[in-house]
């Protein structure tokens, strides 16, 4: 594994525009083998900072988080084909990210400032694992993740996160 290789995402823009597929690259990463001591098995590193504006450079995943959506509310059996949501969480200016309005749209009268979803925000699908084994999305995908995002708001961690929260998590990272 020593290319760049790239699977099919689904980009919900922060300014309104309409959802529509990109292409999200992984890069090479080694990865410890819990299985064999002193080895490492390579792994694909997703990049979907690419894609996020505002984003702090020069941390690349750490700049980012991801949720998994495994199933939908009322779900028995969990998507054979999961989806992984990307979203920014350090600005490159240490304030928050703009409400994607997308999203916003689709929450209609569900929508709440305080867990809204900010920034650019990209989804891929996988099959095993959320980076390994990640596969090619499709515009398809797009009803079942709008039904999530109509209940569900942006995961706590980034949520809570305030300007000065956010300023100071930048700051840190950047002197470290």
Same mark, same amino acid.
Request: contains cysteine; charged residues 20%.
């Given at each position: 594994?020593? /290319?760049?290789?790239?699977?099919?995402?689904?980009?919900?823009?922060?300014?309104?525009?309409?959802?529509?597929?990109?292409?999200?690259?992984?890069?090479?990463?080694?990865?410890?083998?819990?299985?064999?001591?002193?080895?490492?098995?390579?792994?694909?590193?997703?990049?979907? @900072? $690419?894609?996020?504006?505002?984003?702090? @450079?020069?941390?690349?995943?750490?700049?980012?988080?991801?949720?998994?959506?495994?199933?939908?509310?009322?779900?028995?059996?969990?998507?054979?084909?999961? #989806? $992984?949501?990307?979203?920014?969480?350090?600005?490159?200016?240490?304030?928050?990210?703009?409400?994607?309005?997308?999203?916003? @749209?689709? /929450?209609?009268?569900?929508?709440?400032?305080?867990?809204?979803?900010?920034?650019?925000?990209?989804?891929?699908?996988?099959? @095993?694992?959320?980076?390994?084994?990640?596969?090619?999305?499709?515009?398809?995908?797009?009803?079942?993740?709008?039904? #999530?995002?109509?209940?569900?708001?942006?995961?706590?961690? #980034?949520?809570?996160?305030?300007?000065? $929260?956010?300023?100071?998590?930048?700051?840190?990272?950047?002197?470290?």
């Amino acid at each position: 594994m020593d /290319q760049l290789v790239s699977f099919e995402a689904l980009l919900f823009p922060s300014d309104g525009r309409n959802p529509h597929m990109v292409a999200l690259m992984t890069s090479p990463m080694s990865v410890p083998d819990p299985h064999a001591p002193y080895s490492t098995i390579p792994a694909p590193m997703p990049h979907p @900072e $690419v894609y996020m504006d505002y984003i702090a @450079e020069g941390l690349s995943p750490r700049a980012w988080h991801y949720h998994l959506v495994e199933a939908l509310d009322g779900m028995n059996k969990k998507f054979a084909n999961p #989806y $992984v949501i990307f979203y920014p969480t350090v600005s490159r200016d240490g304030m928050p990210f703009p409400i994607n309005k997308c999203l916003r @749209e689709i /929450q209609g009268r569900s929508f709440r400032e305080a867990t809204a979803w900010r920034g650019n925000i990209i989804i891929a699908k996988y099959h @095993e694992s959320p980076f390994s084994s990640m596969i090619n999305g499709s515009i398809a995908d797009f009803p079942i993740l709008r039904n #999530y995002f109509m209940t569900h708001g942006a995961p706590q961690l #980034y949520a809570d996160t305030d300007d000065s $929260v956010t300023r100071t998590i930048y700051f840190m990272k950047k002197t470290m």
